[in-house]
């Protein structure tokens, strides 16, 4: 596998957990205002 592919997958993982942490700061806000 060549540089440029592995940063490509480095870059994919990266947005992957970065989408997950935005939904789960979602999720926590919308618990937080139906309080």
Known sequence: ???IN???QMIQK???VLQ???DAI???IKVI???
């Open 26 to 28: 979602v999720n926590i």
């Open 14 to 16: 990266i947005n992957e």
């Open 6 to 8: 592995s940063n490509e």
């Open 20 to 22: 997950n942490k935005k």
């Open 33 to 35: 205002v139906n309080l």
């Open 1 to 3: 596998m060549n540089a």
